[in-house]
């Protein structure tokens, strides 16, 4: 997609109601190369990543260029794009090396960045114009005129944040012409996007650069000029928000318009991030193969269960989050599902599969193979061995190639999962 | 020409006797577009506040800051209008819908740029700078270092926070409704305002209070001590800073008179002759007669380095 006109194709259907036809895009995170890849084998239609400076995630892997150019040649295999997070707000120090920064993004390949300082928009329209420029979610945009006001200045596309309804986006796609992101997925700051200092405040580490210790979701006593507000026992205030979910509202997301569909996670394992695309992938697939006839499967959500570890919400989009829509228990849980194995190779003749492994299993664990599009079985794991042929009683090195037998074909960059704890 | 001394007001009788006390400035306006301000004056009455305002000396500034939705877009044309109309020297926002509106309804009104937290660089202010803006108010999270280099490196007037407590956390969640509702309180009966003295304690700093409460823009959470830059003016005068505000949320009126008096005082004595300005320990004094004994008075980012 470019910043020209993307005009929602609709198309009326028997019952009067109109569908829009144009396929939305399905953005993904990627936390580093190989995170890259299984996002786009499952499913992404691009994938956005940070570098080594100026992105919101210091803590994250991050890709050198030449990881880009990686990154890039694998996703183009399958008509992907890469987008470089570059969602920081600099400070004086950080301007010197901003234009050399993107005019090296552009030469490896990526097509976008996203962005919220104005002065990193300016320095890319100038030096880097290979580059579209999305305005990041941290520039907190939720009305039509404010959206207009960056397509004037010439961006083809911003991501909104994340307090828009979905009658809001309704309202800005009707009256600006401009390619909408949303998050639909995933962790979500509960302050509105750079408006929050906390960790600032708290640790002398800056949020707005990448620095962000999560204070938000630390446990805080409020209290009135009397004591105390909770009682000696009740659970403790604070400001963490329960994760994004839209899988049920798939269709609401493509009738509003929305051009991008994006997940939060750059510092998510490979099997959330795996999972998660594959859910949507499908959803959007079944509601643009035939909208009429678009059902939820309850699949797509067990999928996004089986990896997720939060509890989970629709956000802003149809109501003000309220006191269900907070985590004010004071643990949360590990995700249902460990990731076990990826595989690295299939023998259709043999039904012998090569897998490397993520955590221990041993012949007798209950696995479960999926792969990209809900392909998926379970079955017990049988004798397992090396690759030299010697029997394994426990596959408990990690990457340590094992072969198993399949009780039904697989395929490379597949996933083998087990209940949690179990071996 | 004095550098400025800025501060919000919520009422006339507070624009008269900020005014009267050495305000250059004052910043006026409604919760419909404004966040956080310490008194509502209506749009009917933008026109008697600010020739209250100019017969004391002082400009006014009418405050548009909010992030704004789509359903309170179609009043603002009307209301930068009525502050044009009114005389206001100039209208401060964060959300480019207002800068739309100013160029479409009153394009000769002045604009300044303040996004809070995010306002911390000089490139960033030239691009609203190249768009007509006239000013940057900077992030209180920038070091002097910072504001000096910031200042040096661009083609805009600079304000500086120097008092008062900071925003550090909004959210367009009602949170303490939230947490109200979690305990099973009837919460809808109690004001959650901020006139009602909540605060947070963080569980691993039971020393530090943060003053907390919501409104109709959401959630706020401030800092737990107070700014003072009272000590290091001559440093902000220096870098060329052009305008010094003191935010009087939470604060009782005669607190910000002692305020604006004592650094008008510093400020005019430094204009008189900056090389023989001396700090005097008795415009400290006042302040610290009425500060709140739980908020420390603390040179905020201003000397910090900080990490990412």
Known sequence: MNGT???????????????????????????????????????????????????????????????????????????????????????????????????????AGIAAIITADPAIVETAMQHAPGLEVHLSTQQSTMNWQAVRFWKEVGLPRVVLARETSMEEIREIKSHVDLELEVFIHGAMCSSVSGRCVLSNHFTDRDSNRGGCCQSCRWKYDLHQEQGPIGDPGDNMFTMGSKDLCMIRHIPDLIEAGVDSFKIEGRMKSIHYVASVVGAYRQAIDAYMADPAGYELQPAWEEEIGKAANRPLNTGFFYSTPGASEHIYEPEEKPAPYDFAAIVREYDPATGIAVVEQRSPFRPGTEVEFVGPGGRSFKQVAGPLSDTDGAAVDVARHPLQLIRIRTVEPVAPLDMMRKKIGSV | MTT????????????????????????????????????????????????????????????????????????????????????????????????????????????????????????????????????????????????????????????????????????????????????????????????????????ERPDERLPVYEDDNGTHVMSADDICLLEALPELLEAGVDSLYIEPLLKSEAYNVAAIRSYRRAIDAWHRDPGAYEFDEEWLAPIRALQDPGRELSFGFLYKEQVY
């Open chain 1, 5 to 107: 006109a993307v005009h929602a194709a609709e198309a009326a259907a028997g019952n009067g109601r109109r569908y829009r036809l144009d396929r939305p895009e399905l953005l993904a995170p990627a936390g580093n190369l190989e995170k890259l890849k299984f996002a786009v084998h499952y499913g992404a239609d691009a994938v956005y990543i940070g570098g080594q400076s100026y992105g919101l995630r210091s803590n994250a892997d991050n890709f050198s260029f030449e990881e880009m150019r990686e990154g890039v040649e694998f996703a183009a295999r399958y008509g992907a794009k890469v987008f470089v997070a570059t969602n920081i707000y600099a400070h004086q120090e950080d301007l010197p090396g901003i234009a050399d920064y993107l005019k090296q993004l552009e030469a």
């Open chain 2, 4 to 203: 400025e001394l800025l501060i919000a007001a919520g009422s006339i009788d507070q624009i008269r006797s900020y005014a009267g006390a050495g305000a250059n400035a004052v910043l006026i306006g409604d919760s419909r577009f404004g966040a956080r301000l310490p008194g509502s004056i209506a749009e009917a009455d933008l026109k008697e506040a600010v020739a209250c305002a100019h017969d004391l000396g002082a400009r006014a500034y009418i405050a548009a800051g909010k992030l704004l939705r789509n359903h309170e877009l179609p009043a603002l044309p009307g209301y930068l209008r009525a502050a044009a109309e009114a005389g206001a020297d100039a209208v401060t926002f964060g959300d480019p819908a207002v800068w739309m509106a100013v160029r479409d309804a009153a394009p000769a009104m002045a604009m300044h740029w303040n996004v809070e937290m995010t306002g911390t660089n000089s490139a960033a202010a030239a691009f609203w700078s190249r768009r007509g803006v006239s000013r940057a108010v900077l992030a209180r999270e920038l070091n002097g270092e910072e504001i000096a280099d910031f200042k040096r490196s661009g083609t805009i007037e600079v304000q500086v926070q120097v008092h008062g407590m900071t925003n550090i956390y909004h959210s367009q969640r009602n949170l303490l409704q939230s947490y109200m509702d979690y305990l099973g309180r009837e919460a809808s009966l109690v004001d959650l305002g901020p006139s009602e003295g909540r605060f947070l304690i963080e569980a």
